[in-house]
């Protein structure tokens, strides 16, 4: 775990980092990690390949390297382990690529060139965006601002304040191989079960808090009211929180029907209040922002707490 006082700071600049120089143009750990694991999946997802081998792939590729970030918090200390943290937990963070990505957006459909928008929301979402018009695809940007500002913002910040730099390594390599493995579909419905259900367990308590975030830094009473009442219809565990909070603090209704795989699927209703469009991708992105506020503030009190119960103890 961080030392006392230090978990916050890190935190801090490490969102800084992320606001002004975004994410590397080239050489990415994580992009790497992902050929990497693009390559495994298929030497090893062979036909008739089931949880097994999706398991044993996700321990040879993940638990290497949580085993070298828990070995150099080990041996470092002081401003060299620090400097790692940041590091590390600067690259995890995913916040301006999700602005860029967001606007990237907002902007064509704001101007009418559905096309552009559908292909920009294209990188966003994984479901089949050429036949969304203008409200699908509003919704579809703005319900991953929500979701991936959990699983690529405020989970890392949380593993990082909780486990240090072995736990944000941890949280973000498996939450990579959810994003490429966990689909149900019939390549990957028994070989991702293994990363799927990790990631479910990993992003439970920072979905939550997440979902928190949302409803302090938006329409606070609308927020509960959703989420009390919506997220438990949602397929996804954590994503109904996250999603439900975040609609109903934007006062936007999400959810609804969407093309998956060649076909539609009805999904159930979340938040209330107007039809997504152009511009409820912006005010997404600024609650996002905002409750990360609370986040920081909520870091550097546990922080604190821990420092006086430490130093009670000694």
């Known amino acids: 775990m961080p030392g006392i006082m230090t978990s916050a ?19 990415h750990p994580l992009v790497l990690f992902g050929r990497l694991v693009d390559r495994a999946e298929r030497r090893w997802n062979r036909d008739g390949s089931g949880r097994g081998a999706g398991l044993l792939a ?5 638990l290497p390297v949580v085993l070298a970030a828990a070995l150099v918090s080990w041996l470092l ?10 590091l590390v937990l600067y690259l995890a963070i995913g916040c301006r690529s999700l602005q860029v990505h967001a606007r990237a957006v907002a902007r064509p459909l704001a101007a009418g060139d559905l096309a552009a928008a559908r292909h920009a929301v294209g990188m966003l979402v994984s479901r089949d965006t050429a036949a969304l018009d203008e409200q699908g695809v509003a919704t579809a940007a703005t319900e991953s601002v929500l979701e991936n500002g959990a699983d690529a913002v405020t989970a890392s910040l949380f593993w990082y304040a909780v486990a240090g730099l072995p736990g944000v390594v941890l949280h973000r390599l498996v939450n990579t191989l959810d994003a490429m493995w966990g689909y149900r579909t019939p390549r990957f419905l028994c070989f991702g079960w293994g990363a799927a259900r990790l990631d479910d367990l990993l992003n439970w308590i920072p979905a939550r808090l997440t979902a928190l975030g949302y409803a302090l830094a938006g329409q606070t009473r609308l ?12 397929d996804s565990p954590n994503a109904g ?5 975040g609609a109903g603090a934007l006062g936007l209704q999400l959810g609804g029907a969407a093309p998956y795989h060649g076909a539609w699927r009805e999904r159930p ?6 039809v997504a469009n152009a511009g409820s991708i912006e005010p997404a992105l600024s609650l996002l922002r905002r409750s990360l506020l ?3 503030l909520a870091i550097a009190v546990l922080s604190s707490l821990a420092g006086w119960l430490v130093h009670g103890a000694l």
Do not use: N, Y
Request: net charge positive; proline share 5%.
């Open 223 to 234: 927020a509960l009211r959703c989420w009390r009442r919506q997220a438990g219809a949602w």
């Open 77 to 86: 200390s002081g401003i060299w382990l620090l400097a790692i943290e940041l």
């Open 58 to 62: 996700l321990l040879v590729l993940v």
């Open 241 to 245: 929180p996250v999603m439900a909070a």
């Open 294 to 296: 609370f986040w920081l």
């Open 269 to 274: 209703l979340l938040g209330q209040g107007t």
């Open 9 to 27: 700071f890190i935190c801090l600049l490490a969102l800084l980092l992320d606001r002004w120089l975004g994410e590397p143009p080239r050489g």
